[in-house]
């Protein structure tokens, strides 16, 4: 039991560290190009290729993890690389051609999962199965806090040392957790090896079809399915609310830069939420919460909508408490749903999905924004609330695979 707590706190360790030096490295790079370059449009291209090949990356990643003996040490390697693209990015800015420099990004964000769905997937390896819950609620609040303490670190770094130093100190995070990933336990080791969820090992197949049987194995769940479904629709609320917050703060607060601190006061009340789910994680089945929080979702961007300063720190407010309750009951729902053999794959498939409907939420937002803010705000609520009606139009595939301990 010991070695079981000890790779768990090693586990927690190593994800919020590397987790904090990704939500710090966004926006340092985008400040570092807005910096080196002048150009606004550089700096959003660059960010772009970041977010978009992570999603694409998601899938292969999943498939390499699943089959690797020792995925911490897979994962590790990950970090590492991921660690330095983004220095290479940084020292490439206004001296590379940019072309260049997008190439290296794109290439750098294919690892982007590894901080996300890839780590989630090893959390069975580091406890007894009767504790996941409280361990995937926990493991959901170093988003939360990554969410908070990233950003502020990106932008006090870029104030007192420069925007490119800003970025190496989030490269430098990054690669920081690589030890603790390294010394995650093997796919058959001390730990747990697999966790719950359904049985179907690792089968030979050629590079797309091992690529696709993440896609396949969520396709095949219905509690997967809807699952994915209403977190890919929150997602894309969460991005055009994202991509609407600086004119928010701007029209509401007198400055573009308090709707930017407002994520902050997101990621505190989703930090705060997961705290108090933690501690009783049976409170409420995870596949009640998945559903519900886009409900509570709609309601604050519908609030927000309204432009008062007030409404808006609170709509800001309680979308953190959808947000942060809802990951840790995706977490839950895909560690008791996905294939042994899957497990990564389904995570960072998963990941990828959301990565693109968040980029794909703000890519929309931005230019209704400018036409008018009140009504992004309201197809940012209809989005969200349609996360239901998706999640209950699935009627097919595997259901439930069971209601006990981890429900």
């Given at each position: 039991m010991a070695d079981r707590h000890s790779f768990f706190r090693c586990y927690l360790v190593g994800a919020l560290v590397a987790r904090t030096g990704d939500d710090m490295a966004g926006p340092a790079l985008l400040l570092a190009a807005l910096t080196l370059t002048g150009s606004a449009a550089e700096?959003?291209?660059?960010?772009?290729?970041?977010?978009v090949s992570a999603a694409v990356g998601g899938p292969v990643l999943g498939a390499l993890l699943d089959r690797s003996p020792r995925p911490g040490r897979l994962l590790a390697g990950a970090l590492v690389l991921y660690a330095t693209g983004t220095a290479v990015v940084v020292t490439g800015l206004g001296r590379a051609p940019g072309p260049v420099t997008l190439l290296v990004a794109g290439v750098t964000g294919l690892l982007g999962p590894a901080l996300s769905g890839g780590w989630t997937a090893q959390l069975p390896r580091t406890v007894p199965a009767g504790r996941l819950p409280r361990a995937g609620a926990l493991d959901a609040?170093?988003?939360?806090?990554?969410?908070l303490a990233g950003p502020a670190f990106a932008?006090?770094?870029?104030?007192?040392?420069?925007?490119?130093?800003?970025?190496?100190?989030?490269?430098?995070?990054?690669?920081?957790?690589?030890?603790?990933?390294?010394?995650?336990?093997?796919a058959a080791g001390p730990g747990p090896?697999?966790?719950?969820?359904?049985?179907?090992?690792?089968?030979?197949?050629?590079?797309?079809?091992?690529?696709?049987?993440?896609?396949?194995?969520?396709?095949?769940?219905?509690?997967?399915?809807?699952?994915?479904?209403?977190?890919?629709c929150s997602c894309a609320a969460q991005g055009m609310m994202t991509a609407c917050l600086p004119l928010l703060g701007e029209r509401a607060m007198g400055g573009a830069g308090f709707g930017a601190a407002l994520l902050s006061c997101a990621a505190l009340s989703a930090l705060l939420a997961n705290a108090a789910?933690?501690?009783?994680?049976?409170?409420?089945?995870?596949?009640?919460?998945?559903?519900?929080?886009?409900?509570?979702?709609?309601?604050?961007l519908a609030l927000a909508a309204t432009g008062g300063p007030v409404a808006l720190v609170v709509a800001v407010a309680v979308a953190g408490l959808a947000e942060g309750p809802?990951?840790?009951?995706?977490?839950?729902?895909?560690?008791?749903?996905?294939?042994?053999?899957?497990?990564?794959?389904?995570?960072?498939?998963g990941a990828s999905l959301?990565?693109?409907?968040?980029?794909?939420?703000?890519?929309?937002?931005?230019?209704?924004?400018?036409?008018?803010?009140?009504?992004?705000?309201?197809?940012?609520?209809?989005?969200?609330?349609?996360?239901?009606p998706a999640r209950f139009a699935v009627r097919t595939g595997r259901g439930p695979v069971r209601t006990g301990s981890h429900a």
């Open positions: 700096a959003s291209s660059l960010l772009a290729a970041v977010t609040m170093t988003f939360s806090v990554a969410g932008g006090g770094a870029a104030e007192a040392l420069g925007a490119p130093t800003a970025v190496a100190f989030s490269a430098a995070l990054i690669a920081a957790a690589a030890p603790a990933a390294w010394l995650l336990p093997p090896a697999t966790g719950p969820g359904p049985t179907e090992p690792p089968r030979a197949a050629p590079p797309a079809g091992i690529v696709a049987s993440g896609i396949g194995a969520i396709a095949g769940s219905r509690s997967l399915t809807r699952a994915t479904l209403t977190s890919v789910l933690a501690r009783r994680p049976h409170v409420v089945a995870p596949d009640t919460v998945l559903w519900a929080a886009p409900l509570l979702q709609a309601a604050a809802q990951l840790t009951a995706l977490f839950a729902v895909r560690h008791r749903e996905a294939p042994k053999g899957l497990r990564a794959q389904v995570f960072t498939t959301k990565i693109t409907g968040f980029a794909v939420g703000a890519a929309v937002a931005g230019p209704l924004a400018d036409r008018s803010l009140h009504g992004a705000l309201l197809v940012a609520a209809a989005t969200a609330a349609l996360a239901v």
